[in-house]
């Protein structure tokens, strides 16, 4: 079903209670500020005042926690009652949907080496070729997916794929040649290809600047997360259900993974609100739609369907500047993070360490990047920074280099190598701040930020392929020379071009400003030509 951003999702009257949800130090629009009151009443208003103080010398160290790791406590009550219901049904709906997607992904590998070469006749390069199927599959689905949900609603897209990507993983496991998989993994990587961008792009569509960085790297995290969680699920269906009801290990592991992505994908019909502009959520009422919008648009971000879709605005976009660096900048996101080969457990194992230190040591890794994506996403929305990213990033990704520096040297003390092994990872932090920052650089088009995460995420996806083959070969093992000195030059580059990025962030605020300041003196004067005469 098409739906318009006019097109109200509910077609009785709205009524007008977005004072409720006015935050209390927006006593501008919508309430009667204690200022405002005091105009009309001096000692009332003293005595607020006197009120106020005393609030602040009862705020301790709770508040500052409180507004440092989620949201300003001094919200109004409504607001927090709307952010509580929205972060419950979407964020949960959303991580859950990506540790699928990436416990999914990377099921291959794991059946793989679980008996599926034997059992199908794998051989060669068929795992490699099954990998680029994926790959097609995946890259080819993203650009039209966020161009469609903004047409139509997301709540009928993701979902459906979601629920076509389990019931292909389930195909996966009756697969009886490599023909039959190369089919099956081009169709997961179609289906999963879109949630990733059309995620991204509904969680920057609803949360505020000074809260969307948090939000976006929590789920982020999960990524992560799957990758602690996956080898172990993934070990023990093997090792408890090999053979149960004529079934191979490998052919359980697709089997329960299509379990476990299969309900969530049905949960997206009913969690996933669609956008601000043509919600229906259950959870969402109409005020609070309505408010939502609102204080979006007060946030400076046009809506949906202010710039829409017409055959000339996908040229626009590339002639942007946004378009060229922004794509170039997650390509160096990516290359600057130092994961395309298990290098740290592949060197416990060249040193001769156990076999269960080489498996369980590197997850330190993955625990490190869960944290510091957390808290990046944090210190970003927090007070200190008010929603800037670049800072977060460039120190993140400053720790990374050095430690890839470290490594590229590698005949280092013992000590600076297990902490360079680690240090690396803080790079897991960089993507989602960066991709928090996405709606701040792209405020006056909506559907310009939907598809610039695509085609972002699609340059570097395709850009991974010779940059593997170029910097990473296994050959190189366990040193990886050349793959850390690219990760910390590609680092570097990505620090130098966070900076231009804010440069050009701030030409174009300037810009926008002095735009808007031009078209209210010309509202309020309506007789004044361009040139600042009177017109006749």
């Known amino acids: 079903m098409a739906v318009t951003p006019s097109e109200e999702p509910r077609e009785e009257p709205i009524q007008d209670n977005l004072h409720d949800y006015k935050h209390p130090h927006h006593g501008n629009a919508g309430i009667t500020s204690a200022s405002s009151r005091s105009i009309d009443s001096p000692a009332k208003g003293a005595e607020e005042a006197k009120d106020t103080e005393a609030t602040e010398s009862r705020r301790g160290i709770w508040y500052n926690i409180r507004a440092f790791v989620w949201d300003d406590p001094d919200k109004s009550t409504c607001e927090k009652k ?81 629920v076509l990507w389990a019931a292909f993983t389930f195909c996966s496991a009756a697969v009886k040649t490599p023909a039959q998989l190369f089919a099956m993994r081009f169709l997961v990587g179609l289906c999963e290809g879109a949630f990733f961008p059309c995620i991204i792009y509904l969680i920057g569509s609803w949360y505020t600047r000074s809260e969307r960085a948090k939000r976006v790297t929590l789920f982020y995290s999960t990524a992560s997360a799957a990758s602690m969680f996956s080898g172990y699920l993934q070990a023990a269906a093997y090792d408890n259900l090999n053979g149960v009801l004529g079934h191979q290990g490998w052919q359980w592991l697709f089997i329960i993974c299509g379990v476990i992505s299969l309900p969530v994908g049905v949960l997206g019909y009913f969690f996933n609100p669609d956008f601000p502009e043509t919600t229906r959520a259950f959870y969402i009422t109409k005020e609070e739609a309505k408010f939502a919008r609102q204080r979006l648009i007060d946030d400076g971000y046009k809506p949906l369907g202010h710039a829409p879709w017409d055959r000339k605005k996908i040229f626009r976009i590339v002639l942007s500047w946004q378009f060229w660096i922004l794509s170039l900048g997650y390509f160096l996101v990516q290359s600057s993070y130092p994961s395309q080969q298990p290098f740290f457990s592949l060197w416990l194992k060249s040193e001769g360490h156990s076999v269960n230190q080489v498996n369980v040591w590197p997850t330190g890794q993955y625990a490190i990047g869960f944290v510091t994506q957390i808290l990046a996403g944090m210190i970003s929305d927090s007070s200190l920074l008010k929603g800037r990213r670049w800072q977060p990033l460039i120190v993140l990704q400053g720790i990374s280099v050095f430690g890839s520096i470290v490594l590229a040297v590698w005949d280092v003390p013992i000590g600076l190598k297990y902490a360079a092994m680690y240090l690396t990872s803080t790079a897991a932090g960089v993507p989602g701040i960066y991709y928090s920052w996405f709606p701040d650089l792209m405020p006056h088009d909506h559907e310009m930020r939907g598809f610039l995460t695509a085609f972002s995420n699609i340059f570097s996806y395709i850009n991974q392929i010779w940059f593997s083959n170029a910097f990473w070969r296994t050959s190189e093992a366990p040193q990886f020379k050349p793959g850390f000195i690219a990760a910390a030059s590609f680092g570097v580059t990505l620090i130098v071009t966070a900076l231009v990025i804010r440069f050009l962030e701030n030409r174009d605020s300037r810009a926008r400003a002095l735009q808007e300041d031009t078209s209210d003196a010309g509202a309020s004067n309506p007789l004044e030509t361009v040139d600042g005469t009177a017109g006749v």
């Open 82 to 162: 709307f952010l509580r219901k929205l972060d419950f049904f979407l964020l949960t709906y959303t991580c859950l949907g990506y540790f699928c997607k990436n416990l999914d992904q990377a099921n291959i590998n794991n059946a793989y080496v679980s008996g599926m070469k034997e059992a199908i006749g794998f051989g060669g390069n068929d795992l490699t070729y099954a990998g680029n199927v994926f790959t097609a599959g995946y890259v080819v689905s993203q650009l039209p997916a966020v161009i469609l949900v903004s047409k139509f609603r997301p709540s009928y897209i993701i979902p459906t794929l979601e």
